[in-house]
């Protein structure tokens, strides 16, 4: 089998973990988390197995590797300690999607020399280091919550290892997120029912349907957090639309944003249809934010259908060209 950085970096991360997770009999993900924070630091903290682990961490750099390549290999092992431990949390974001959003996010904050951003549930912070990595800026100025304590680790590991400076908040993202408003808030948006009914009677968007929907509220929160005229990008169910049967969410969105975008994914991302999600991108009222000439809707085709996905990103591109949104 070829190998790339990315498998180099993935074999180095597994077998560390593996290591780690055998000696201390821990998840593999806690060893991951053990084993990212030991290269980051240069170190082996469990002098037991500094025989086994110096030379893995010794291969781990590489010359031309990118913050993208450790993205890539972070998310594999990620991945795969997900799959061993089914209460670590939910799916990661596709890495197709990660990519899609980030030229997304680039082509919004390409005009400006430093922006701001914040992810509300930011997970192992796989698309917030996803969209900061497709960014030019030098400065951006990054923050992400979780309610997770192994998240928020695996979001630290993560984001050290490739060298990006994100203020990570061990919170609730329903709840008050002190940070300063953001020009850009992502999500890819939880989705159920929130539990915390008192919490929820803080927002306009409580009871949509009779209910306390996660995925509206979230969506509240982020137009919350940002400036005005702040965008908001967003991984959204499908179920969005017709969760709103007393259209008190429609009602919502004419009086605080502009949409911009709503990009339906195809449905072989997904491995139950109604798993499913499309991209919304928002912009909040206020400041210089103006309702586009044309809204961008598409249905985007399999990602394995590279003419066909080559087209759309043209016409995304473009879309962003001639709107100047």
Known sequence: METTIVTDLFSVLDQAALI??????ISYLEGLCAAGEDIFKD???DHDLK???EPLYAAFFHKGMTAEDVRRAFQLAVLKGMKKDSAAGDD???DALVILMGHIASQLMGKYSSFSVLDPATGTANLLTGIMNQSSQGHILACGADTNDLMIRL???NANLQQNEIHLLHQDGLKPILTEPADLVVCDVPVGFYPDQENAKQFELNGTDG???THFLFIEQGLKQLKAGGYLLYLIPNRLFSDDHDHHFHRFMQKHAIVLALLQLPLTLFRKPEAAKSIMLLRKKGGSAAVPGETLLAELPD???ENAMRKVLQRIDQWFTDQSV
């Open 211 to 213: 209910k306390a929907y």
């Open 20 to 25: 780690i997770m055998k000696k201390h009999k």
């Open 303 to 305: 990602f394995l259908n």
């Open 51 to 53: 025989e086994k682990l």
């Open 155 to 157: 979001a630290w590991t």
């Open 43 to 45: 170190r082996v903290t």
């Open 92 to 94: 990661m974001t596709p």
